[in-house]
Nanobody
Framework: VQLQASGGGLVQAGGSLRLSCAASGRTFTNYGMGWFRQAPGKEREFVAGITWNWGTTNYADSVKGRFTISRDKAKSMVYLQMNTLKAEDTAVYYC????????????????WGQGTLVTVSS
């Protein structure tokens, strides 16, 4: 499994960004896809997850109502639309994949992309 995240950058507070994750190397039937983030000096934390088959989503409380995860099965892509960004959203964002449903625990994902940096200026 290969995951390639992109779309990070510098944005002002209140702005928007869309992260993309290109997934390849196998078919992702029955897979759960997740976005995690890690801020400097902090542990990696769950942001959002989506099941490949049904598109069932779940979110961390801190991003509910602001972030939207989606997937395009035909293009084998996973997206994270981030709106109303806050300074505390600044982090390196990673996409991850696991066989089975989504999980909020990073240790349950064996496959990771390289990360993309999101910086929100206040």
């Amino acid at each position: 499994v290969q995951l390639q995240a992109s779309g990070g950058g510098l944005v002002q507070a209140g702005g928007s960004l869309r992260l993309s994750c290109a997934a390849s190397g196998r078919t992702f039937t029955n897979y759960g896809m997740g976005w995690f983030r890690q801020a400097p000096g902090k542990e990696r934390e769950f942001v959002a997850g989506i099941t490949w088959n049904w598109g069932t989503t779940n979110y961390a409380d801190s991003v509910k109502g602001r972030f939207t995860i989606s997937r395009d099965k035909a293009k084998s892509m996973v997206y994270l639309q981030m709106n109303t960004l806050k300074a505390e959203d600044t982090a390196v964002y990673y996409c991850a994949a696991r066989n089975g449903g989504t999980s909020t625990k990073s240790r349950e994902y064996p496959n990771w992309g390289q990360g993309t940096l999101v910086t929100v200026s206040s």
